[in-house]
């Protein structure tokens, strides 16, 4: 499942791409917003795989928006969708890396036209790079890390401790660069300095994941911005 967030001053247009994206089961949505800046903030601790933005909005637009994140990301931002109502930026959109631009009203076919191409790029990426493991650095030797031993991944500063039954490796890497490594059909981001096993899960607990670990249950806090999209990608109603 990929994941995607939707920023739009109108809340009208938010609704409706909202509506068209939870109809596509292959996408999974993180935050929908009428908020640029408060979308902003949350793309300083996370990294969905697209972006339905709008272009002009009050504060800040999205062309500002998209310029901070190719400065963040360079190459590797997500997939950027302009949806606006005008015709004379489709230039500049597409001059600012972005993968398409959509004019409204969106109709339900022209977004999965969109999405499907996005879909059939990002399972081509995932599945070029198929590894159940990578190699992380710990005490000047590259150790060898498997997914499937992780339990969690709790973030430390500029550093992440990754915690597993037989060890605890703490590496200089950031939530959102561990967010993308990590598999996202055996991982979820459950907030904003926890990533934790599917696999490992016992339960859901109001605001807490239940983990196992160490033959005991664990409990980690469910951040509320992501409280949404965890029930979604788990199946929870």
């Known amino acids: 499942m990929y994941t995607c967030i939707i920023v739009d001053d109108l809340i009208e247009a938010v609704d409706l791409i909202k509506d068209h994206v939870l109809k596509i089961p292959q996408l ?27 272009i002009e909005m ?5 062309i500002e928006i998209t310029e901070n994140l190719k400065a963040k990301w360079g190459n590797n931002m ?11 930026y489709a230039i500049s959109g597409y001059e600012h890396g972005v993968f398409d631009y959509i004019l409204k009203p969106i109709t339900f076919a022209r977004l999965k036209k969109c999405t499907d191409r996005i879909i059939d790029e990002l399972d081509k990426r995932n599945n070029a790079t198929d590894k159940d493991f990578f190699f992380a650095e ?29 060890f605890r490796i703490t590496i200089y890497k950031s939530m959102n660069t561990m967010q993308v490594q990590l598999p996202c059909d055996k991982f979820i981001r459950v907030h904003k300095s926890y990533i934790v096993s599917i696999a490992k899960m016992q339960a859901v607990n109001g605001n807490d994941i239940m983990l196992k670990f160490n033959n005991e249950v664990i409990s ?17 109603s």
């Open 220 to 236: 980690i806090p469910i951040g509320l911005t992501y409280k949404e999209n965890v029930l979604q990608q788990l199946g929870i």
């Open 78 to 88: 997500p997939k950027i969708v302009f949806t606006t109502g005008r015709t004379d």
């Open 138 to 166: 710990d005490e000047g030797k590259k150790v060898k890390i498997n997914f499937d031993d992780i339990v969690f991944v709790k973030a430390e500063g500029n550093y992440v401790d990754l915690v597993s039954t037989e």
């Open 28 to 54: 999974s949505i993180l935050l929908s917003t009428t908020d640029a800046i408060a979308a902003l903030a949350f793309l300083d601790d996370n990294k969905p795989d697209i972006i339905f933005l709008d």
């Open 58 to 62: 009050p504060y800040l637009t999205g």
